[in-house]
């Protein structure tokens, strides 16, 4: 798309330095917390509509459906959780799904990395958020040193080949990084501790991860210009601001919607031909 | 509960007759369908907001957290998405999830009854909604003679057993038939050929289950008196009225969230001795 208003936000080449990328940064102007989410509840509304298009298209075509795939990835306290809940707040929990990844199971851990991951993926008519994913099979071993150069490489190359099968398949695969600053990230952790209803949400473990900051960008860095290919590319989303984050991403959701061109299905039958006793 | 509203819905003794119900009460008295819509709102924002509390149950205790699992059944067009999307309406995906069961595939059907259906209980601190469930073998074989009499009291109790393990193991279950007259099903029926966004819904051979419709009933009646344990009660949800159907059930959901008393977990740390850098 030529005219694609996220263009600077996509990874494109094959260098990428989250440095030069402001956390802060506004893309949507003119905008203030209110304009925000006046304007994403009108796109959470036309995800909804689209999604019901979607729905209709996997149910009338099972095997060779439409399906989105959106991932987030992401710090803690990115917003991975709250990103999946403002764009598909209008939607209907019978076509859209979050899957979670956590640290691996030891039946998880006993197969090969794609294994929980593809059991999961979107079905036909489906749009499935991944709260993080494959991809942080290559971010914390990487940081933790638990693989070398060759065997991140490898595990770089299954997941584009992987996606390529997703996307040729039927999967429009999105991929967003949402990209915040190390000083947002204290203040967002020390408003989990403080309130005792967020609490839950602060794990003393978490705080290893934010010491080995840099390492993380830089596993990020190498992961995401591996893997922004045609078929699942990556954007890089500013996401200090929370509003203009779910903006982004709302955005990016309804354009790849658009692009299915999705009409409702045609019937089997001829309706004239039905009389409803 | 002495003093529960819903009592007179409950499916108690051991004889049902649907005949008895009238898919067309109100039980909202003094209502009107704008009325019904605020309300209806009002519940579903505090669906959500015990939601978080028994996502943040489930992730502070994973083997032994709170789950929900609400069951739907009825007649096509009885209004089971309808019901799912308007009392989860205001829920993250996060938390939530629907699981819709159709005509068991072949790999299904190499396995007994109950397998797919326990692959997809509710996990600590989830809220699943069944869209159609395990009932369905309980149902259509009958209506159909695929089975005699010994094996659906056999099935019975198996499901009565498998429910019992759920309840026993943290599981709430509410279960629900929306209840729906013949005259409101031939309307809807219509309305979905008739409008061509909605005919993907329409399927010619869901008139062969309207053309047994009193069969079906009778199936209904036998399985649900069967069925309706004090662990896992059935309702029988007038559903003429779309509004007065959500209505109820969100307000069932609410009863049986609020039952659970949800605390905010307390920390395994103590959050005062915790330092962010």
């Not at 094959?14 to 506004?26: E, I, M, Q």
């Not at 770089?156 to 990084?177: S, V």
């Not at 501790?193 to 900051?213: E, I, S, V």
């Not at 984050?245 to 955005?251: F, G, K, P, V």
């Amino acid at each position: 798309m030529a005219s694609d208003p996220f263009k600077p936000w996509r990874v494109d080449g094959s260098k990428l330095r989250l440095g030069d990328v402001d956390p802060r940064a506004r893309p949507f102007a003119g905008s203030s917390r209110e304009r925000d989410d006046a304007r994403l509840l009108e796109l959470a509304n036309e995800v909804d509509r689209l999604q019901d298009l979607l729905h209709a298209n996997g149910q009338a075509d099972p095997a060779k459906g439409p399906k989105l795939l959106l991932v987030l990835q992401g710090m803690d306290t990115s917003g991975k959780d709250g990103t999946a809940r403002a764009v598909l707040t209008r939607c209907s929990p019978l076509g859209v799904r979050v899957a979670a990844f956590k640290a691996p199971s030891e039946i998880e851990r006993a197969h090969d990395f794609l294994w929980r991951v593809h059991a999961v993926v979107p079905r036909s008519g489906e749009i499935v958020v991944f709260n993080r994913s494959h991809y942080e099979d290559v971010l914390v071993p990487v940081v933790e040193g638990w693989i070398d150069a060759r065997e991140q490489q490898r595990r770089l190359d299954h997941i584009n080949a992987f996606e390529e099968l997703l996307a040729q398949t039927g999967t429009t695969i999105l991929k967003c990084f949402l990209h915040i600053s190390r000083d947002e990230q204290k203040e967002r952790l020390q408003a989990r501790l403080d309130d005792p209803a967020k609490r839950w949400k602060f794990q003393p473990g978490d705080l290893d991860a934010r010491a080995k900051w840099s390492d993380y960008q830089s596993a990020y860095e190498t992961a995401l210009a591996a893997t922004s290919t045609k078929s699942a590319r990556w954007h890089i989303v500013p996401a200090d601001s929370k509003s203009q984050r779910n903006l982004m991403i709302a955005s990016l959701v309804v354009q790849a919607l658009r692009a299915m061109k999705l009409e409702p299905p045609k019937p089997d039958f001829d309706p004239a031909t039905i009389h409803i006793e």
